[in-house]
T-cell receptor
Framework: GQNIDQPTEMTATEGAIVQINCTYQ??????LFWYQQHAGEAPTFLSY????GLEEKGRFSSFLSRSKGYSYLLLKELQMKDSASYLC?????????????FGIGTKLQVIP | DAGVIQSPRHEVTEMGQEVTLRCKPI?????LFWYRQTMMRGLELLIY????????DSGMPEDRFSAKMPNASFSTLKIQPSEPRDSAVYFC???????????FGPGTRLTVL
């Protein structure tokens, strides 16, 4: 089975940096997704980490440590439009029929 | 491409009525997923299809829920009879490959009174 844990809510200030953590326990692991979901909208893809280390995409970066079962999403130069929920999701090994499992999501509020 | 299309966007019905949700995946995608999202439980996978064949329906809550995919461009999720606890947002998503990026539709907000 899979167990995913992330904080329920976070608040950060416009222009600042925020780190959203995700820990997971899984019987089979291929990689970890991060999705962004604005209120009332569908989740949209942000990143997919398969290898250990940090991957940067503009203001957003995602980190993975496979040995520690740990990932984080780093948002720099926060903007008001970054207020959203951020979902981490564990992807199983490519073989077999295991499904991608989503965490409950972290609701981020950016304040002026 | 128009992306994943879902209908209706909103559905309000009374307990005991049948509800049918519809989804058109992105052309060329071979996987289709049905999710339910609530505040308490987050995003839960109900069922997924590969090349129109149901692969894992272990997330379907009970026999009142059923899903079909008669062809590569259309899927339905049916609830019969509906109950107030079924109230949620239902998302359809599609992808190329089981573990690749999923593209979500806009969702159907279901309210059962």
């Amino acid at each position: 089975g899979q167990n995913i844990d992330q904080p329920t809510e976070m608040t950060a200030t416009e222009g600042a940096i925020v780190q959203i953590n995700c820990t997971y326990q899984t019987s089979g692991f291929n990689g970890l997704f991060w999705y962004q979901q604005h209120a009332g909208e569908a989740p949209t893809f942000l990143s997919y980490n398969v290898l250990d280390g940090l991957e940067e995409k503009g203001r957003f970066s995602s980190f993975l440590s496979r040995s520690k079962g740990y990932s984080y999403l780093l948002l720099k130069e926060l903007q008001m439009k970054d207020s959203a929920s951020y979902l981490c999701a564990v992807a199983p090994r490519s073989g077999g029929y295991q499904k991608v499992t989503f965490g409950i999501g972290t609701k981020l509020q950016v304040i002026p | 491409d128009a992306g994943v299309i879902q209908s209706p966007r909103h559905e309000v019905t009374e307990m005991g009525q049948e509800v049918t949700l519809r989804c058109k995946p992105i052309s060329g995608h071979d996987y289709l997923f049905w999710y339910r999202q609530t505040m308490m439980r987050g995003l839960e996978l109900l069922i997924y299809f590969n090349n129109n064949v149901p692969i894992d329906d272990s997330g379907m809550p009970e026999d009142r829920f059923s899903a079909k995919m008669p062809n590569a461009s259309f899927s339905t999720l049916k609830i019969q009879p509906s109950e107030p606890r079924d109230s949620a947002v239902y998302f359809c998503a599609s992808s190329v490959g089981r573990v690749n990026e999923q593209f979500f539709g806009p969702g159907t907000r279901l309210t059962v009174l």
